[in-house]
Protein backbone atom coordinates (compact mmCIF):
# COMPACT_ATOMS: atom_id res chain seq x y z
CA UNK A 1 0.00 0.00 0.00
CA UNK A 2 1.25 3.44 -1.05
CA UNK A 3 2.20 5.97 1.48
CA UNK A 4 0.56 9.23 1.01
CA UNK A 5 2.71 12.64 1.94
CA UNK A 6 2.14 16.27 0.27
CA UNK A 7 5.28 16.14 -1.30
CA UNK A 8 8.05 14.16 -2.46
CA UNK A 9 11.61 15.12 -2.73
CA UNK A 10 13.71 12.84 -4.67
CA UNK A 11 17.84 14.43 -4.18
CA UNK A 12 18.89 15.25 -0.76
CA UNK A 13 21.51 17.53 -2.44
CA UNK A 14 22.12 21.78 -1.32
CA UNK A 15 18.40 21.97 -3.49
CA UNK A 16 16.69 18.99 -2.38
CA UNK A 17 17.20 19.07 1.54
CA UNK A 18 16.35 22.66 1.67
CA UNK A 19 13.20 22.17 -0.48
CA UNK A 20 12.56 19.75 2.01
CA UNK A 21 13.10 21.93 5.21
CA UNK A 22 10.84 24.71 3.66
CA UNK A 23 7.79 22.79 2.54
CA UNK A 24 7.64 21.08 6.30
CA UNK A 25 8.31 24.55 7.80
CA UNK A 26 5.02 25.38 6.07
CA UNK A 27 3.05 22.28 7.40
CA UNK A 28 3.58 19.79 4.05
CA UNK A 29 3.94 15.98 5.09
CA UNK A 30 7.25 15.31 3.56
CA UNK A 31 9.06 12.32 2.26
CA UNK A 32 12.85 12.71 1.03
CA UNK A 33 14.70 10.27 -1.41
CA UNK A 34 18.26 9.65 -1.35
CA UNK A 35 20.17 7.33 -3.61
CA UNK A 36 24.00 7.93 -2.30
CA UNK A 37 24.78 10.60 0.23
CA UNK A 38 22.55 13.03 2.60
CA UNK A 39 24.02 16.39 1.18
CA UNK A 40 24.33 15.09 -2.12
CA UNK A 41 28.08 16.04 -4.29
CA UNK A 42 28.09 19.49 -2.96
CA UNK A 43 28.45 18.50 0.87
CA UNK A 44 29.99 15.15 0.20
CA UNK A 45 32.27 15.30 -3.40
CA UNK A 46 32.29 19.21 -4.31
CA UNK A 47 31.60 22.29 -2.80
CA UNK A 48 32.68 21.54 0.68
CA UNK A 49 35.73 18.87 0.41
CA UNK A 50 37.22 21.58 -2.11
CA UNK A 51 37.14 23.86 0.10
CA UNK A 52 38.89 22.18 2.64
CA UNK A 53 41.99 21.18 0.59
CA UNK A 54 42.21 24.07 -1.03
CA UNK A 55 42.36 26.03 2.51
CA UNK A 56 45.16 23.53 2.83
CA UNK A 57 47.20 25.01 0.23
CA UNK A 58 46.50 28.31 0.78
CA UNK A 59 48.24 28.14 4.67
CA UNK A 60 50.74 25.52 2.86
CA UNK A 61 51.02 28.70 0.07
CA UNK A 62 51.19 31.48 3.74
CA UNK A 63 54.10 29.25 5.60
CA UNK A 64 56.50 29.88 2.62
CA UNK A 65 55.72 33.67 2.88
CA UNK A 66 56.30 33.70 6.55
CA UNK A 67 59.43 35.88 6.22
CA UNK A 68 57.55 38.25 4.90
CA UNK A 69 55.33 38.79 7.49
CA UNK A 70 58.36 38.46 9.84
CA UNK A 71 57.96 34.92 10.97
CA UNK A 72 60.22 31.89 10.64
CA UNK A 73 59.22 28.82 9.47
CA UNK A 74 61.64 25.75 8.70
CA UNK A 75 60.92 22.35 7.18
CA UNK A 76 57.86 23.42 5.37
CA UNK A 77 56.21 20.51 4.10
CA UNK A 78 53.10 18.58 4.02
CA UNK A 79 51.33 15.37 4.22
CA UNK A 80 48.23 14.63 1.55
CA UNK A 81 46.97 11.77 3.29
CA UNK A 82 46.18 14.09 6.19
CA UNK A 83 44.93 16.72 4.24
CA UNK A 84 42.85 14.61 2.48
CA UNK A 85 41.75 12.85 5.41
CA UNK A 86 41.03 16.49 7.25
CA UNK A 87 39.05 17.30 4.04
CA UNK A 88 36.87 14.24 4.38
CA UNK A 89 36.03 14.85 7.90
CA UNK A 90 34.87 18.18 6.70
CA UNK A 91 32.60 16.64 4.46
CA UNK A 92 31.13 13.71 6.43
CA UNK A 93 30.40 16.32 9.60
CA UNK A 94 27.79 18.25 7.12
CA UNK A 95 26.46 15.42 5.74
CA UNK A 96 25.60 13.78 9.16
CA UNK A 97 24.34 17.20 9.90
CA UNK A 98 21.87 17.16 7.01
CA UNK A 99 20.93 13.64 8.13
CA UNK A 100 20.03 15.32 12.08
CA UNK A 101 17.93 18.57 10.00
CA UNK A 102 15.77 16.37 8.36
CA UNK A 103 15.28 14.26 11.46
CA UNK A 104 14.45 18.26 13.07
CA UNK A 105 12.16 18.78 10.93
CA UNK A 106 10.10 15.46 11.00
CA UNK A 107 11.25 14.41 7.14
CA UNK A 108 10.83 11.17 6.27
CA UNK A 109 14.13 10.14 4.62
CA UNK A 110 14.34 6.89 2.41
CA UNK A 111 17.53 5.78 1.19
CA UNK A 112 17.32 4.04 -2.48
CA UNK A 113 16.55 5.16 -6.11
CA UNK A 114 13.31 6.74 -6.61
CA UNK A 115 11.50 6.84 -10.35
CA UNK A 116 8.36 8.37 -11.10
CA UNK A 117 5.69 5.77 -11.24
CA UNK A 118 2.17 8.00 -12.80
CA UNK A 119 0.41 11.47 -11.81
CA UNK A 120 1.53 11.78 -7.82
CA UNK A 121 3.16 8.35 -7.67
CA UNK A 122 6.94 7.34 -7.06
CA UNK A 123 8.53 4.10 -6.54
CA UNK A 124 11.79 3.46 -4.38
CA UNK A 125 13.94 0.58 -4.66
CA UNK A 126 15.39 -0.14 -1.17
CA UNK A 127 17.99 -2.60 0.29
CA UNK A 128 14.63 -4.20 1.69
CA UNK A 129 12.62 -4.26 -1.66
CA UNK A 130 10.07 -1.61 -3.63
CA UNK A 131 7.81 0.98 -1.76
CA UNK A 132 5.42 2.80 -3.40
CA UNK A 133 4.83 6.48 -2.60
CA UNK A 134 2.12 9.26 -3.58
CA UNK A 135 2.12 12.79 -3.14
CA UNK A 136 0.58 16.06 -5.22
CA UNK A 137 3.81 17.29 -5.72
CA UNK A 138 6.89 15.86 -6.81
CA UNK A 139 10.32 17.93 -6.60
CA UNK A 140 13.09 16.44 -8.55
CA UNK A 141 16.60 17.35 -7.61
CA UNK A 142 18.68 14.44 -8.54
CA UNK A 143 21.43 16.84 -9.43
CA UNK A 144 24.41 16.30 -12.02
CA UNK A 145 27.84 14.13 -12.61
CA UNK A 146 31.17 14.65 -14.72
CA UNK A 147 31.31 14.95 -17.56
CA UNK A 148 33.61 12.33 -20.17
CA UNK A 149 34.75 12.56 -23.26
CA UNK A 150 35.52 9.81 -25.26
CA UNK A 151 38.51 8.75 -25.59
CA UNK A 152 39.21 10.98 -21.93
CA UNK A 153 36.91 8.77 -20.04
CA UNK A 154 38.56 8.52 -16.29
CA UNK A 155 40.12 5.16 -15.16
CA UNK A 156 40.83 6.57 -11.70
CA UNK A 157 44.14 5.69 -11.89
CA UNK A 158 46.07 7.80 -14.42
CA UNK A 159 43.00 9.65 -15.74
CA UNK A 160 40.77 11.48 -12.72
CA UNK A 161 37.15 13.36 -12.32
CA UNK A 162 37.08 15.39 -9.64
CA UNK A 163 35.85 12.43 -7.11
CA UNK A 164 39.30 10.85 -7.59
CA UNK A 165 40.97 14.43 -7.62
CA UNK A 166 39.55 14.98 -3.42
CA UNK A 167 40.35 11.62 -2.64
CA UNK A 168 43.62 11.08 -4.57
CA UNK A 169 45.35 7.80 -4.84
CA UNK A 170 48.53 9.73 -5.15
CA UNK A 171 49.97 13.45 -5.41
CA UNK A 172 50.69 14.03 -8.93
CA UNK A 173 54.35 15.14 -9.97
CA UNK A 174 53.61 16.32 -13.95
CA UNK A 175 49.81 17.43 -14.22
CA UNK A 176 47.20 17.88 -16.55
CA UNK A 177 43.92 19.34 -16.39
CA UNK A 178 41.61 19.44 -18.92
CA UNK A 179 39.19 22.35 -18.63
CA UNK A 180 39.67 25.68 -16.73
CA UNK A 181 35.82 26.32 -15.49
CA UNK A 182 36.20 26.74 -11.92
CA UNK A 183 36.31 23.24 -11.40
CA UNK A 184 39.00 22.82 -13.09
CA UNK A 185 40.59 25.64 -12.04
CA UNK A 186 40.19 25.05 -8.61
CA UNK A 187 42.11 21.64 -8.63
CA UNK A 188 44.87 23.18 -11.11
CA UNK A 189 44.91 25.69 -8.37
CA UNK A 190 45.34 23.47 -5.44
CA UNK A 191 47.98 21.19 -7.25
CA UNK A 192 50.13 23.33 -8.53
CA UNK A 193 50.23 25.47 -4.84
CA UNK A 194 51.38 21.97 -3.58
CA UNK A 195 53.95 21.57 -5.83
CA UNK A 196 52.77 19.65 -9.01
CA UNK A 197 54.17 20.97 -12.30
CA UNK A 198 50.48 21.71 -13.84
CA UNK A 199 48.92 22.50 -17.36
CA UNK A 200 45.66 23.57 -17.72
CA UNK A 201 44.27 23.30 -21.59
CA UNK A 202 41.20 25.17 -22.61
CA UNK A 203 39.42 25.04 -25.46
CA UNK A 204 38.35 28.57 -25.58
CA UNK A 205 39.89 31.80 -26.02
CA UNK A 206 40.85 32.14 -22.06
CA UNK A 207 40.33 30.44 -18.94
CA UNK A 208 37.46 31.32 -16.44
CA UNK A 209 35.49 31.74 -20.06
CA UNK A 210 32.48 32.73 -18.24
CA UNK A 211 34.27 35.34 -16.28
CA UNK A 212 34.92 38.92 -17.82
CA UNK A 213 37.26 39.11 -19.72
CA UNK A 214 39.52 41.60 -17.85
CA UNK A 215 39.11 39.59 -14.57
CA UNK A 216 40.07 36.27 -16.89
CA UNK A 217 43.28 37.95 -18.37
CA UNK A 218 44.47 39.61 -14.95
CA UNK A 219 43.65 35.45 -13.06
CA UNK A 220 45.61 34.11 -16.08
CA UNK A 221 48.71 36.31 -14.89
CA UNK A 222 48.55 35.25 -11.36
CA UNK A 223 48.59 31.58 -12.73
CA UNK A 224 51.47 32.02 -14.39
CA UNK A 225 53.59 33.95 -12.14
CA UNK A 226 52.99 30.75 -9.84
CA UNK A 227 54.16 28.26 -12.36
CA UNK A 228 51.11 27.04 -14.35
CA UNK A 229 51.34 26.74 -17.63
CA UNK A 230 47.66 27.62 -19.70
CA UNK A 231 47.40 26.52 -23.30
CA UNK A 232 44.14 28.60 -24.19
CA UNK A 233 42.23 27.78 -27.66
CA UNK A 234 43.70 23.72 -27.39
CA UNK A 235 42.21 20.59 -27.26
CA UNK A 236 42.82 17.68 -26.09
CA UNK A 237 42.25 15.15 -28.75
CA UNK A 238 43.96 12.28 -27.50
CA UNK A 239 45.42 10.12 -24.05
CA UNK A 240 47.80 7.17 -25.00
CA UNK A 241 47.72 5.45 -21.36
CA UNK A 242 50.97 3.94 -20.49
CA UNK A 243 53.02 2.33 -17.23
CA UNK A 244 52.44 5.26 -14.82
CA UNK A 245 52.71 8.13 -17.80
CA UNK A 246 49.44 9.38 -19.66
CA UNK A 247 50.57 11.09 -23.25
CA UNK A 248 48.62 14.16 -24.41
CA UNK A 249 48.01 14.83 -27.75
CA UNK A 250 47.25 18.80 -27.93
CA UNK A 251 46.13 20.37 -30.86
CA UNK A 252 46.52 24.31 -30.81
CA UNK A 253 46.47 26.60 -33.62
CA UNK A 254 45.62 22.97 -36.08
CA UNK A 255 49.15 21.44 -34.73
CA UNK A 256 49.07 18.77 -32.65
CA UNK A 257 52.09 18.27 -29.58
CA UNK A 258 52.53 15.19 -27.85
CA UNK A 259 53.03 16.08 -23.92
CA UNK A 260 53.11 13.36 -21.49
CA UNK A 261 51.96 13.40 -17.79
CA UNK A 262 51.87 11.25 -14.77
CA UNK A 263 47.48 12.36 -13.97
CA UNK A 264 45.07 14.00 -15.87
CA UNK A 265 42.24 15.62 -14.55
CA UNK A 266 39.21 15.76 -17.04
CA UNK A 267 36.72 18.86 -15.56
CA UNK A 268 35.04 19.55 -19.09
CA UNK A 269 31.53 19.89 -17.80
CA UNK A 270 28.22 17.99 -16.39
CA UNK A 271 25.45 15.91 -17.08
CA UNK A 272 22.42 15.75 -15.55
CA UNK A 273 21.20 12.60 -13.48
CA UNK A 274 18.29 11.85 -15.84
CA UNK A 275 18.42 8.46 -16.98
CA UNK A 276 16.17 5.87 -14.69
CA UNK A 277 13.49 8.33 -13.07
CA UNK A 278 10.72 7.94 -15.59
CA UNK A 279 10.92 11.38 -16.34
CA UNK A 280 10.44 11.06 -20.16
CA UNK A 281 7.45 7.84 -19.49
CA UNK A 282 5.71 11.04 -17.90
CA UNK A 283 5.94 13.62 -20.35
CA UNK A 284 8.74 15.45 -18.83
CA UNK A 285 11.16 17.22 -21.64
CA UNK A 286 14.48 16.95 -21.59
CA UNK A 287 17.37 18.82 -23.62
CA UNK A 288 20.83 17.60 -23.48
CA UNK A 289 20.47 15.84 -20.40
CA UNK A 290 18.79 18.58 -18.53
CA UNK A 291 15.36 18.93 -17.95
CA UNK A 292 13.41 22.09 -19.62
CA UNK A 293 11.58 24.27 -16.90
CA UNK A 294 10.00 27.45 -17.03
CA UNK A 295 11.11 29.98 -14.46
CA UNK A 296 9.09 28.88 -11.70
CA UNK A 297 11.32 25.01 -12.14
CA UNK A 298 7.79 23.47 -13.58
CA UNK A 299 8.01 20.64 -16.28
CA UNK A 300 5.05 21.34 -17.70
CA UNK A 301 3.61 17.97 -16.29
CA UNK A 302 0.84 18.75 -13.38
CA UNK A 303 3.24 18.54 -10.17
CA UNK A 304 6.64 17.69 -10.99
CA UNK A 305 8.96 20.53 -10.66
CA UNK A 306 12.59 19.90 -11.12
CA UNK A 307 15.27 22.24 -9.28
CA UNK A 308 19.23 22.77 -9.12
CA UNK A 309 21.79 20.94 -11.53
CA UNK A 310 19.30 19.30 -13.18
CA UNK A 311 17.55 22.03 -14.52
CA UNK A 312 20.04 23.59 -15.97
CA UNK A 313 22.77 26.63 -15.71
CA UNK A 314 24.05 27.88 -13.62
CA UNK A 315 25.15 24.62 -11.88
CA UNK A 316 25.26 25.98 -8.64
CA UNK A 317 24.54 24.78 -5.30
CA UNK A 318 22.65 28.44 -3.68
CA UNK A 319 20.93 28.22 -6.93
CA UNK A 320 19.82 24.81 -6.83
CA UNK A 321 18.76 26.18 -2.80
CA UNK A 322 17.17 29.04 -3.62
CA UNK A 323 14.64 27.34 -6.61
CA UNK A 324 14.02 24.98 -3.61
CA UNK A 325 12.67 27.13 -1.17
CA UNK A 326 11.00 29.19 -3.90
CA UNK A 327 9.10 25.98 -5.13
CA UNK A 328 8.15 24.57 -1.69
CA UNK A 329 6.54 28.17 -1.22
CA UNK A 330 4.51 27.65 -4.53
CA UNK A 331 3.32 24.73 -3.54
CA UNK A 332 2.35 25.58 -0.35
CA UNK A 333 0.47 28.68 -1.90
CA UNK A 334 2.54 31.46 -1.20
CA UNK A 335 3.13 34.55 -3.77
CA UNK A 336 6.96 33.83 -4.79
CA UNK A 337 8.78 35.28 -7.38
CA UNK A 338 11.59 33.54 -9.98
CA UNK A 339 14.71 33.34 -9.95
CA UNK A 340 17.09 34.68 -11.70
CA UNK A 341 20.13 34.09 -12.92
CA UNK A 342 21.71 37.41 -13.76
CA UNK A 343 21.14 38.08 -10.04
CA UNK A 344 23.23 34.52 -8.96
CA UNK A 345 27.11 35.25 -7.40
CA UNK A 346 29.53 32.81 -9.39
CA UNK A 347 32.86 32.27 -7.30
CA UNK A 348 35.67 30.41 -7.95
CA UNK A 349 37.95 29.41 -4.61
CA UNK A 350 41.53 29.23 -6.99
CA UNK A 351 44.32 31.39 -5.83
CA UNK A 352 43.39 33.98 -6.37
CA UNK A 353 39.79 33.84 -5.67
CA UNK A 354 37.30 35.18 -8.44
CA UNK A 355 33.77 36.46 -8.16
CA UNK A 356 30.99 37.51 -9.94
CA UNK A 357 27.45 38.92 -10.21
CA UNK A 358 25.59 40.34 -12.95
CA UNK A 359 26.47 41.05 -17.03
CA UNK A 360 30.21 41.74 -17.82
CA UNK A 361 31.29 44.77 -19.47
CA UNK A 362 31.21 42.49 -22.93
CA UNK A 363 27.57 41.14 -22.52
CA UNK A 364 26.03 44.21 -20.95
CA UNK A 365 27.27 45.94 -24.50
CA UNK A 366 25.94 43.01 -26.34
CA UNK A 367 22.62 43.66 -24.54
CA UNK A 368 22.52 47.31 -25.60
CA UNK A 369 23.31 48.98 -22.39
CA UNK A 370 25.47 52.03 -22.47
CA UNK A 371 28.00 51.47 -19.98
CA UNK A 372 29.98 53.40 -17.16
CA UNK A 373 32.82 51.12 -16.35
CA UNK A 374 34.46 51.32 -12.56
CA UNK A 375 37.90 50.08 -11.55
CA UNK A 376 40.25 49.49 -8.46
CA UNK A 377 43.21 47.61 -7.91
CA UNK A 378 44.29 45.66 -4.37
CA UNK A 379 47.31 48.01 -4.36
CA UNK A 380 45.32 51.25 -3.79
CA UNK A 381 44.11 49.57 -0.25
CA UNK A 382 45.52 49.50 2.93
CA UNK A 383 44.07 46.35 4.25
CA UNK A 384 44.85 44.44 1.07
CA UNK A 385 48.77 45.36 1.57
CA UNK A 386 48.28 44.78 5.51
CA UNK A 387 47.19 41.31 4.64
CA UNK A 388 50.14 41.28 1.70
CA UNK A 389 47.60 40.84 -0.49
CA UNK A 390 48.07 43.27 -3.14
CA UNK A 391 47.56 41.55 -6.26
CA UNK A 392 43.70 42.00 -7.30
CA UNK A 393 40.95 43.81 -8.76
CA UNK A 394 37.30 45.04 -8.28
CA UNK A 395 35.26 46.16 -11.40
CA UNK A 396 31.86 47.32 -11.72
CA UNK A 397 29.53 48.11 -14.65
CA UNK A 398 26.40 50.64 -14.42
CA UNK A 399 23.79 51.82 -16.96
CA UNK A 400 25.11 54.77 -18.01
CA UNK A 401 21.49 55.89 -18.36
CA UNK A 402 19.83 54.93 -15.18
CA UNK A 403 22.67 54.13 -12.56
CA UNK A 404 21.40 50.46 -12.41
CA UNK A 405 24.49 48.03 -11.30
CA UNK A 406 24.58 45.80 -14.44
CA UNK A 407 27.26 43.56 -12.71
CA UNK A 408 30.55 43.23 -10.87
CA UNK A 409 33.48 41.32 -11.08
CA UNK A 410 36.37 40.83 -8.75
CA UNK A 411 39.68 39.04 -8.47
CA UNK A 412 42.15 38.71 -5.59
CA UNK A 413 41.99 38.35 -2.06
CA UNK A 414 38.13 36.94 -0.23
CA UNK A 415 36.26 38.14 -3.08
CA UNK A 416 34.09 35.16 -2.56
CA UNK A 417 33.25 36.99 0.65
CA UNK A 418 32.97 40.83 -0.54
CA UNK A 419 30.63 39.65 -3.81
CA UNK A 420 27.87 39.51 -1.45
CA UNK A 421 27.75 43.64 -1.32
CA UNK A 422 26.92 43.22 -5.04
CA UNK A 423 24.63 40.83 -4.69
CA UNK A 424 22.59 42.77 -2.22
CA UNK A 425 22.62 45.72 -4.11
CA UNK A 426 21.47 44.47 -7.03
CA UNK A 427 18.26 42.34 -5.74
CA UNK A 428 17.62 45.98 -4.13
CA UNK A 429 17.88 48.11 -7.29
CA UNK A 430 20.48 49.45 -5.79
CA UNK A 431 22.00 52.65 -8.18
CA UNK A 432 25.16 54.35 -8.06
CA UNK A 433 24.06 56.88 -5.94
CA UNK A 434 23.06 54.06 -3.33
CA UNK A 435 26.69 52.68 -3.51
CA UNK A 436 28.52 56.31 -3.56
CA UNK A 437 26.53 57.71 -0.43
CA UNK A 438 27.28 54.22 1.32
CA UNK A 439 29.51 54.48 4.10
CA UNK A 440 32.48 51.50 4.02
CA UNK A 441 34.21 50.90 7.24
CA UNK A 442 37.77 51.35 7.47
CA UNK A 443 40.40 49.29 6.85
CA UNK A 444 38.36 46.70 4.90
CA UNK A 445 38.51 45.36 1.61
CA UNK A 446 34.96 46.74 0.98
CA UNK A 447 36.37 49.87 0.52
CA UNK A 448 37.36 48.84 -3.05
CA UNK A 449 34.13 47.88 -3.51
CA UNK A 450 33.44 51.62 -3.16
CA UNK A 451 36.35 53.18 -4.78
CA UNK A 452 35.36 51.00 -7.75
CA UNK A 453 31.61 52.73 -7.96
CA UNK A 454 33.51 56.74 -7.48
CA UNK A 455 35.88 55.21 -10.06
CA UNK A 456 32.92 54.53 -12.61
CA UNK A 457 31.77 58.18 -12.55
CA UNK A 458 35.56 59.91 -12.57
CA UNK A 459 35.68 60.30 -8.76
CA UNK A 460 37.62 57.52 -7.11
CA UNK A 461 39.81 58.82 -4.36
CA UNK A 462 42.51 56.27 -3.39
CA UNK A 463 43.82 56.04 -7.30
Not at 222 to 235: A, L, N, R, Y
Request: with cysteine; proline share 3%.
Amino acid sequence: MATQYDLIVIGAGPGGYVAAIRAAQLGLKTVIVEREHMGGICLNWGCIPTKALLRSSEVFHLMHRAKEFGLKAEGIDYDIDAVVKRSRGVAKQLSGGVAHLMKKNEITTIMGEAKLAGKGKVTVKTDKGTEELTAKDIIVATGARARELPGLEADGDLVWTYKHALSPPRMPKKLLVIGSGAIGIEFASFYNTLGADTTVVEVMDRVLPVEDAEISAFAKKQFVKQGMKIMEKSMVKKLDRGNGKVTAHIETNGKVEKIEFDTVISAVGIVGNVEGLGLEEQGVKIDRTHVVTDAYCGTGVDGVHAIGDIAGAPWLAHKASHEGVMVSEKIAGKKVHPVKPESIAGCTYCHPQVASVGYSEAKAKELGYDVKVGRFPFIGNGKAIALGEPEGMVKTVFDAKTGELLGAHMVGAEVTELIQGYVVGRQLETTEEDLMHTVFPHPTLSEMMHESVLDAYDRAIHF
